[in-house]
């Protein structure tokens, strides 16, 4: 991964992948995982009439209220259940959350930045479960990091994504997906590349 992180680089493009994927309710409650200053939601939260419930995770601090710390703890203990729409907008691969938000039974919209390096790692694990072998990959790390994005659709198809709707620009890929309760991850989203 890149050391230079720009919050909210393509900010028009994310914010249009999410409006144009909102669930069709007049309430939407939405869990942001990677909240940071919240310019997103706050921004589509002012245009959109809607009824907006944001709850807000970042490990940084600042002046609002929301809740500090990992959103991995979060993420195991809230009744995920309840919201309408995740938002995973990380740098590099917020795979640990999926995993999390994979294994629970939920019916919501999930909105995913992914962004790799040229020659940026991938978590193992991911890589171990889209069938990868961890000898292999630490022998030639490299060889195992190319194609990044598509090794990503792989473990979402793995985990029953059968459907995503996509943005790319360069190495930052901003994803969307449709959860269904039950396990069944089927969405009428098309993807697009």
Request: a positive charge; one cysteine or more.
């Amino acid at each position: 991964m890149s050391k230079v992180q720009t919050d909210n680089s393509f900010l028009f493009d994310k914010i249009m992948l999410r409006i144009n994927n909102l669930p069709l309710k007049n309430e939407i409650y939405v869990l942001d995982c990677f909240a940071g200053e919240g310019k997103i939601w706050n921004y589509i939260k002012n245009k959109i009439k809607k009824k907006f419930y944001i709850l807000s995770i970042d490990k940084k601090n600042f002046n609002k209220i929301y809740l500090k710390g990992d959103n991995l703890k979060y993420l195991k203990n809230l009744p995920l259940e309840k919201f309408d729409v995740i938002d995973f907008d990380a740098y590099g691969v917020p795979y640990n959350q999926l995993k999390i938000i994979f294994q629970k039974k939920i019916n919501a919209v999930v909105f995913i930045t992914f962004i790799q390096s040229l020659y940026g790692g991938l978590p193992i694990n991911m890589l171990e479960e889209i069938g990868y072998n961890k000898n292999m990959i630490k022998k030639i790390p490299t060889l195992f990091f190319k194609n990044g994005l598509k090794k990503f659709k792989l473990f979402l198809a793995q985990n029953g994504v059968k459907k995503i709707k996509i943005r790319s620009f360069r190495n930052k890929h901003y994803l969307c997906f449709q959860l269904k309760k039950g396990g069944k991850n089927e969405s009428n989203l098309s993807t697009k590349r």
